[in-house]
Every structure is written in structure tokens, then in C-alpha cells.
């Protein structure tokens, strides 16, 4: 197997792994106060998830859009796999000498399947929207302006993403409703804060990457252009 082929394999494990980690994680809320100057209030599940658009979006530059679309299919399949496996084992008896309980276990994945179906709604939306954002605003510069591909395409489908979730899952009665707003704010402003702070990391994966990877379908008339031409 090829770098070429190797790099796409680890990018796609990253992207299903965030995915994955994101949804199991959801339940536990932190608080968090960079500098003193504002306090967020949001679930841990948020933390690994921004990895998903970084990932993404560096496949989309790199690899082109139908790639971007498969990573975003094979998430989806395997957030699947993986709302079954939890669902038969919240649901199997325990042993008399089972160190974990059921009712523990309940306690920790009960809402896991809402959460789930919440989460795969809202990230085929985000996903969907993030990657055409992405390429829209790469046609339409010409391949330039990196920093404005990925914030702009990450920013918007970070609004999709964090709205819908909280929408369904307060719909479901998993969280209250006085709720939605404070957790929209937090939300989507640490989203936004870790869009920002990743761009340096974004295009130091192109700069590093693109000469020995590119191979985006898209690009025809600027694909010969370097690095520097597009910063």
C-alpha cells in the first residue's frame, strides 16, 4: 500500500473514531473558562468532534469530494454498527459477578440510541453541507484562500450540526428545553473557537501533503498551482 493510500486510511480511522467516541461520551457536561473571560457549559462529546470537519476537509483538498463522501458514508455505517452492538448489550442479563450492572450500564448508554439517531440526522446535514460549502468556495477562488474554505464551510455546517442535535434531542425529552439556547451559544461558539485554532493545523497538512497526495477530480484549471499561490 502507497503513502497516498496509507494517508486516506488514517484520515477516514480519525474521522470514524471522533465520530464514534463522540456519541458514546455524550452524556457527561463540562464547564470550561479560558482566560477568566466567559464559562462554557457543554457535554464532553463535543470535544472529538470538530475532528471530524478538520479530517474532512483535508481529505476534500487532498483526495477530492466523492472521497469526502465516502468517509462521510462509512461514518454513518459504522455509528450504525455501533448503536446495535450497544443496544443488544444494554438489553443482555447480567451475571451475578458482573463488576458493571445493568442499571449501571443503562445509567451510562440508556440514552445512547436517541443520541445516536440525533447525531446521525444531524451529521449527514452537517457533512453534507460542510463538503459542497468546501468546494463551492474552492471553484469559485480557484483554489485560493485555503483559510476561507475551511473556516467558512466548517462555520456554517457547525450551526447545522449543533442546532439539530439539540433540536431532536429536546424533542425527545433527553434535555429540557430552557436548555437549547445556553447549549446552542456554547456550542457552536467553542465549534467556532476550535474552527479557528485548527486552520494553522489545516494548512500545514496541505503544505506538507499536497504536492505528494493531490488528487482531487475537481480541480482542472488551477491544479498546477502551489501552496504559496493559494495562501
Not at 479560558?34 to 464532553?44: A, D, K, Q, R
Not at 445512547?112 to 446521525?120: E, H, I, K, R, T
Not at 486552520?199 to 484549471?221: C, M, N, Q, S
Request: net charge neutral.
Amino acid at each position: 500500500m502507497n503513502f497516498r493510500s496509507t494517508l486516506y486510511l488514517v484520515l477516514a480511522g480519525i474521522f470514524i473514531a471522533s465520530l464514534v467516541s463522540a456519541n458514546l461520551i455524550f452524556q457527561k457536561f463540562f464547564t470550561w473558562t479560558p482566560f477568566g473571560l466567559y464559562t462554557f457549559e457543554m457535554s464532553v462529546g463535543i470535544l472529538p468532534y470538530p475532528i471530524t470537519f478538520l479530517c474532512t476537509d483535508l481529505i476534500s483538498e487532498l483526495y477530492g469530494k466523492k472521497k469526502a463522501d465516502q468517509v462521510v458514508i462509512a461514518g454513518f455505517a459504522a455509528s450504525l454498527f455501533v448503536l446495535l452492538v450497544v443496544g443488544i448489550a444494554d438489553r443482555v442479563p447480567q451475571t451475578d459477578w458482573s463488576p458493571v450492572g445493568s442499571d449501571t450500564f443503562h445509567s451510562v448508554f440508556g440514552l445512547f440510541g436517541p443520541a445516536v439517531f440525533a447525531s446521525m440526522v444531524a451529521y449527514l446535514a452537517a457533512q453534507y453541507i460542510d463538503i459542497r460549502i468546501f468546494h463551492f468556495w474552492k471553484r469559485l477562488t480557484k483554489g485560493k484562500h485555503l483559510w476561507l474554505r475551511n473556516n467558512g464551510s466548517t462555520i456554517v455546517s457547525q450551526l447545522v450540526d449543533t442546532s439539530a442535535v439539540l433540536i431532536l434531542l429536546c424533542t425527545a425529552g433527553a434535555i429540557d428545553w430552557v436548555r437549547f439556547w445556553p447549549l446552542l451559544a456554547n456550542g457552536f461558539m467553542f465549534k467556532v473557537l476550535v474552527a479557528l485554532l485548527d486552520t494553522p493545523l489545516f494548512y500545514l497538512g496541505v503544505w506538507a501533503l499536497k504536492d505528494k497526495i493531490h488528487e482531487d477530480p475537481d480541480e482542472v484549471d488551477w491544479a498546477k498551482h502551489s501552496f504559496a499561490e493559494e495562501a
